[in-house]
């Protein structure tokens, strides 16, 4: 007996909940008109970002090329390998963001340059604040517009408090009920009950009950608002909804987190099982990538590659930590043997860097949990951080070019 995914009564909480935000047709034509270059500016000038994102179109002209680098030694890509993507985790917001690109162009002309990574992930919060001030937004128009990262991905987290008046909204809206705590000053939280850090269970894993809604509330609002069309997703339940809720929504994508464990492939499959219950009219699937878990082998990870070709599913990538924060996992972890044992095979291969590998202050999960304010605070030491992670992909990437492996950074990059 095969039971479904989601039950008739699921389908019409997701689907209620679209239709409060004017259905499908309407999510996707606010991202599109949220991702326009000139609107974006218009808003962050009226937002108080205006000098700020003038100051980053100033900066990415002084940035080092791969292009260069590639004609320099006289780049050939070797089709029997595969191909490269560059994605760096730790933009933490537009403060953070900005140092980055201070300290990318600082770099152009010396021996070892840093590019921009082509996908850039985002740990922090969806607050009220975040999405709502013109942090997110400018964080997105320097990532995407000017350094013209391929994608920018987003974390909504479970226990991010909200005000009380989404809660209490989404239960009008579908019927169901959320267990939360009153944090006074008009905020509420979901209720956490396997706690690991401030936002839940391994970084928000927790969606108990409904609690998916609230997941996909919060990637409805900061959508809509920003532009932003690409989230990080770490629960096998939340991913299940988002690929129903995502079926009509072509400009909407969702990244699967590690966190998920899927480390081997009895986990793959069951992600394939997901995807393929809920594909779009053109075969392609809501998740755009998925990250393998820190524990696979070479092997395995280049048979859920053949695997995934085998089911037909179109448009997936599938992403490796090449170095991980000290905190996320083992110490002294690096998969950069095991990243070219892939690629040497033929594999296509997001590489990603939680970390550049050498534990500098702020490497950590816990800076991805800093408040508003402490974060913006600490801008520089974060963005070194960022830094420091992208002249590590750099540097690899060089490695790869030198070996024929065709290899992505962003556009600004070229």
Known sequence: MKFALLSEADHKAIDVLKAHYGGAAAIGAAITEKRNFETRKRILAEKGFGEMIADAERLVGLFSKAGDYEQQIGFSADENKGIATA????????????????RFAESAGSEEPCWVPSEMISVVA????YVYSGDLMATLCMGENIMKASKFCSTNLIGTPLPEERFALVEQVTGKAF????LGDGLSQIVLKNMGTPFGNLGGV???????????????RAAMETGNDFFLNPSWSSITAACYFGRDIPNLDFKVSMLLSTQNLMQFRMLLNIMSAYLRDDGTTPIYEINIGNGVSPETFIQCSRELDASGIKGVSLAAHLRINPDLGIEGFNWTDEAFEVLE???????KYESDGTARELDTMGAYFLPDDERNELAEKIGAVIYYKALRASKDGRDMMRKGIRTRFGASSY
Do not use: C
């Open 126 to 129: 969806l607050t009220e604040r």
């Open 345 to 351: 095979s033929g594999t296509n291969l997001t590489f």
């Open 87 to 102: 994605q760096v985790s730790g933009f933490q917001g537009a403060p953070v963001t900005h140092y980055a690109m201070k």
């Open 206 to 220: 927790e969606v108990a009950n409904d609690n998916h809604l609230v997941y996909l509330d919060g990637v409805i």
């Open 179 to 182: 267990e939360r705590v009153d």
